[in-house]
């Protein structure tokens, strides 16, 4: 593996709805240049002032109160579908603890969850975590209008939204033993099986990415900031047009990391569209079941490090 590096000319965009206007001139310049960005980088970064300060603040505040919990009381986030339970003490990974809030943006999930840690209630944990899952998902649902708009596929935008659920996960990364660097692996080399994976963190830096020619950075996210990353569904879905970029998290900070980290999944079959099939660009993908995917990575059919979306819905040549 590559050493890490800093990544030069990342951009970063200011996806605030104040300032975007779908009807102004420089709307499609915009969005074009934020679908290449995904092409060419996987991801970008976005500033999204419509999580204030405020609320930035409240939702890692809940976050350490959540994980400073008894480990018997943090397990009780269980699910079949390991992406939407607890998970934590694993050797591969010593300093990821993680759980799983699905259905993130409705009243009832978070509720349930928050019920589960807290069964006298916590108030504040709920409608922290609920307000930021629903402005966090009307950024999701932007991106993806950008990129529909971009391709010229925007007929197919409705049918999209109307499918896709979100999950939220929160994350700690324990600070690591800097004396031992083989024991600060946070998170494992991977592709993320969701459309798109948008990330938020406090101020603690430890992503590392890798480019399309193989090269490791460090993701210098900078303050307040997220990170919007394609998974392996959009990379489907685009017929190989985005970058469904590697990933991993090192730790090398002395203090921990706190990380919410929302995935847009979709119900049911995806086709992908035909405007993104000609004779230049061979059908490269079969429609897929996004949860269908998802679960064949889980099988541990394909290794962590490789493509799940080709193995699991490629067309063979």
């Known amino acids: 593996m590559a050493s890490s590096q800093q990544l030069p000319n990342i951009p970063i965009f200011d996806l605030s709805t104040k300032n975007l206007n779908p009807s102004s001139s420089s709307w499609l310049p915009t969005c074009n240049k934020l679908r290449q960005a995904l092409a060419e980088f996987g ?25 400073n919990l008894p480990l018997e009381t943090k397990t009780r986030n269980t699910s079949d579908f390991v992406f939407y339970g607890y998970v934590g003490q694993l050797p591969h990974a010593p300093l990821h603890e993680s759980m799983g809030i699905p259905e993130a943006t409705t009243l009832d999930a978070v509720q349930s969850f928050t019920n589960l840690m807290w069964p006298s209630g916590n108030k504040k944990f709920c409608e922290s975590i609920l307000c930021y899952a629903r402005l966090v998902s009307e950024l999701e649902q932007l991106v993806d209008k950008m990129v529909f708009e971009s391709y010229g596929v925007e007929k197919h935008y409705d049918s999209h939204v109307g499918s896709t659920t979100y999950l939220l996960r929160i994350i700690k990364y ?10 600060n692996v946070g998170t ?32 210098d996210v900078p303050p307040g900031s997220f990170v919007v990353m394609a998974g392996d569904a959009y990379e489907a879905w685009s017929n190989g047009r985005i970058y469904a970029a590697k990933h991993q998290v090192i730790m090398k900070a002395n203090k921990p ?14 086709n ?40 699991y819905c490629g067309v063979v040549a």
Not at 174 to 183: G, R, T
Not at 191 to 197: A, N, P, R, Y
Not at 275 to 285: A, G, I, R
């Open 174 to 183: 324990s600070v690591p033993d800097l004396d031992a660097e083989s024991n």
């Open 43 to 67: 991801f970008f970064m976005a500033n999204y002032e419509n999580v204030t300060p405020e609320l930035d603040k409240q939702v890692f505040h809940v976050l350490e109160q959540v994980f």
């Open 188 to 219: 494992n080399v991977h592709t993320d099986k969701s459309f798109l994976s948008i990330l938020h963190q406090n101020q603690v830096n430890g992503l590392q990415i890798q480019l399309r020619n193989g090269e490791w950075f460090d993701a």
């Open 257 to 270: 990391r706190y990380c919410l980290a929302l995935f847009s999944f979709n119900h049911g079959t995806t």
């Open 272 to 311: 992908i569209p035909e405007e993104f099939v000609d004779s230049e660009h061979p059908l490269q993908f079969k429609p897929f079941d996004n949860f269908g995917l998802a679960r064949f990575y889980l099988s541990g059919a394909t290794p962590m490090t490789e493509s799940t979306a080709k193995a």
